[in-house]
C-alpha cells in the first residue's frame, strides 16, 4: 500500500467518523428534547391535578351545581362560586332584569 493509499485511507476513517459522531450528537439531542418534553407533560399534569376544581380563594374543593341549566362551581368551603368561559354570558347577558334578579336571589339563597 502506498502513502497515498494510506492517507485516502486515513481521510476516508476520519470522514466516516465525523459522520458518525455528528449521527451521534443529533440523536443525543433529540433524546433529550424527548425527555424535556415528557417532564414538562408530567409537571403540567402534577400542576393541574393540584389545582383542578380547588378554590382560586381558599384552597378548598369546588362542587359543581346546576343553576337554571348552566354548571358552576361553588366552594364547599367558603361558598364562593366560580364561571367557567361563557357560563356568565348565559346566566347575566343573556337574560332580562327580571330574571337575573331572581337568578341572583337563588344563587345568593336569599
Request: hydrophobic share 35%; charged share 45%.
Amino acid at each position: 500500500m502506498t502513502e497515498a493509499d494510506r492517507r485516502r485511507e486515513d481521510e476516508w476513517f476520519r470522514q466516516n467518523e465525523l459522520k458518525l459522531l455528528e449521527e451521534a450528537r443529533v440523536a443525543r439531542l433529540k433524546r433529550q428534547a424527548e425527555r424535556e418534553a415528557e417532564e414538562k407533560a408530567e409537571e403540567g399534569a402534577r400542576l393541574k391535578a393540584l389545582h383542578f376544581m380547588k378554590c382560586p380563594k381558599c384552597g378548598h374543593d369546588l362542587k359543581t351545581e346546576t343553576l337554571d341549566g348552566v354548571e358552576i362551581d361553588r366552594c364547599t368551603f367558603c361558598e364562593g362560586f366560580f364561571l367557567d368561559a361563557g357560563e356568565f354570558e348565559e346566566l347575566f347577558l343573556k337574560r332580562k332584569a327580571p330574571e337575573r334578579q331572581g337568578f341572583m336571589k337563588r344563587l345568593l339563597g336569599i
